[in-house]
């Protein structure tokens, strides 16, 4: 399988003295959707923002698609939907759409057309025009999961892209990553709920700032002899205590 | 860097504003108040006024721009917007000129709106004219933005970034001229004046005030405050980090 994402001996300390990913190697494949998940306070976000090269990395090396994270060359490769909202509150769902793509280096003239297409993508469109402060809370969601989407990107990097929403809309988001992954889009997820774990086709797992198990899901409730994912993780995290 | 990308860093800051009219009336109606008010507290010595009047012009857009874009910016930092965009195939300096760009911008508008009202409502005579005037008064916004820009990558929250308004403006403001002569005060704040961007910004208008011909001094001031303005800009590209 062709790997999208290549991390070796990856450590991050924090602050100088806070030791948030110790020592992880994961080669990730292209084209399929990678959960990254574990607890709050696990390190996803810190092994995410290094893998977009938001994060100066104290030992090891990322590669993405043979590149190291951070190069320019892969800045208009990949996008990155942060677990902050990541859009501007105080202008339109279109403005902000039409802003970003703009910095993503989008043709003039084809803006408009891909602002309308990532809309449409995550059923959004009849609120195009409105502020997204007076937005709800999913709705800000799928206004920020849409910017990623912008420009499609080989790489799609979500911090809990799904957090808060109701199951209806989860699962339709669900069904957009799964279009996604088909047209050969590689994404990663993180989430701290094991129920989402299920929906992806790679997962790694993470405590404590360390990989505890890289599979698929049916991999790892095979090798734990467990049904649920939730499950097969406190088995590996009773197996290591 | 992309000419492109810069303007619409700027319109997109600008269409933020627009978004807010109340801070944008604001900015166009509390520096005229101000004078006003000024006006009458130097209702007995008229010329006093006469004099302070556009060295204050100088002093507004320097104070207020630096107030927004530091809250401005410390917002892009917690809300993610600015770890989106340095994920972005764009250049640091598409990020801060256009900041500088739609605020100096405002501070020419403020300029427009201040000058009119001290010229011609408060009768204030300044020698040098209307133009000049708007010229210093941009220069002073444009310097306000590039500090904000620079000093809000120091603050980790709002709190902070506003204690910086009296830590970094207000000791400028006691000691640029603007409250007395510049040569009447203790030797070590003199020089210490010499070094501080507003105290040219505040000369700048001085001159204007004086004199009705261009003076070598005011070119002076205004290349001291343009060449700090960028130099602020750059060191703040430095601060603003792609990597954290």
């Known amino acids: 399988m062709e790997t999208a994402i290549k991390i070796k001996n990856l450590s991050v300390t924090l602050d100088g003295s806070v030791r948030a990913l110790k020592d ?10 990678i959960g990254f998940i574990g607890p709050s306070g696990a390190g996803k976000t810190t092994l995410i923002r290094s893998i977009v090269g938001r994060q100066r990395l104290t030992a090891g090396s990322i590669e993405i698609f043979g590149l190291p994270a951070g190069s320019v060359q892969l800045r208009n490769q990949m996008s990155y939907m942060t677990q902050g909202l990541s859009v501007y509150p105080d202008l339109t769902v279109k403005e902000n759409l039409k802003y970003f793509a703009t910095m993503m280096g989008q043709p003039k003239k084809q803006i408009k057309a891909i602002v ?21 809370g999913g709705q800000k969601q799928r206004v920020s999961l849409s910017v990623a989407l912008i ?12 957090i808060g929403l109701d199951p209806v809309l989860r699962d339709s988001l669900w069904k957009l990553f799964n279009k996604l992954t088909a047209k050969g889009t590689t994404l990663l997820v993180s989430s701290h ?28 409730k095979n090798i734990t002899g467990t049904k649920t994912i939730e499950e097969s993780f406190l088995s590996l995290v009773g197996d290591e205590e | 860097m992309s000419v492109t990308k810069t303007f619409a ?5 600008l269409r933020q504003l627009s978004h807010d009219p ?63 965009l340095m994920t972005m195939p764009i250049s640091k300096l598409d990020f801060m000129l256009g900041y500088a760009i739609a ?36 220069s002073a916004a444009f310097l306000g933005t590039a500090l904000g820009l620079f000093t809000s990558a120091f603050a980790r929250s709002e709190f902070q970034a506003v204690q910086f308004m009296p830590a970094f403006i207000f000791p400028q403001l006691l000691i640029c001229g603007l409250f007395i002569a510049r040569d009447q005060m203790a030797q070590p704040l003199q020089w ?40 602020v800009l750059i060191l703040g590209s430095v601060t603003i980090r792609r990597q954290e």
């Open chain 2, 103 to 138: 605020f100096s911008l405002l501070g020419f508008l403020q300029a427009l709106v201040s000058s009119f009202v001290m010229i011609h409502f408060l009768g204030v005579d300044v020698a040098g004219g209307e133009l000049a005037t708007i010229v210093g008064a941009v």
């Open chain 2, 192 to 231: 210490l004046a010499n070094v501080m961007p507003l105290t040219y910004s505040v000369d700048a208008l001085q001159q204007i005030t004086h004199h009705s011909s261009w003076t070598s001094d005011l070119t002076r001031d205004l290349i001291v405050v343009v060449a700090v303005g960028i130099g």
């Open chain 1, 24 to 33: 992880i190697s994961v080669d990730l494949p292209v084209g399929q959707a």
């Open chain 1, 151 to 162: 420009g499609s990107p080989k790489l799609m990097v979500l911090d809990e892209p799904t």
């Open chain 2, 9 to 13: 860093t700027s319109r997109r800051v």
């Open chain 1, 116 to 136: 309308d297409e990532v809309l449409e993508s995550v059923d959004m469109t009849d609120k195009a025009d409105a502020l997204v402060s007076n937005l709800s």
């Open chain 2, 22 to 84: 109340r801070t944008v009336a604001m900015l166009f109606i509390v520096p005229p108040v101000l004078l006003t008010i000024m006006k009458y507290v130097f209702d007995g010595v008229p010329k006093v006024f006469d004099g302070i009047a556009p060295m204050l012009l100088g002093t507004f857009p320097m104070v207020m721009m630096f107030l927004i874009t530091s809250i401005g910016t410390l917002r892009e930092r917690t809300s993610g917007t600015l770890d989106r």
């Open chain 1, 193 to 220: 709920s094991m129920d989402e774990a299920e929906r992806c086709d790679d997962l790694v797992l993470i405590r404590d700032g360390r990989l505890i198990a890289h599979n698929t899901p049916d991999e790892l």
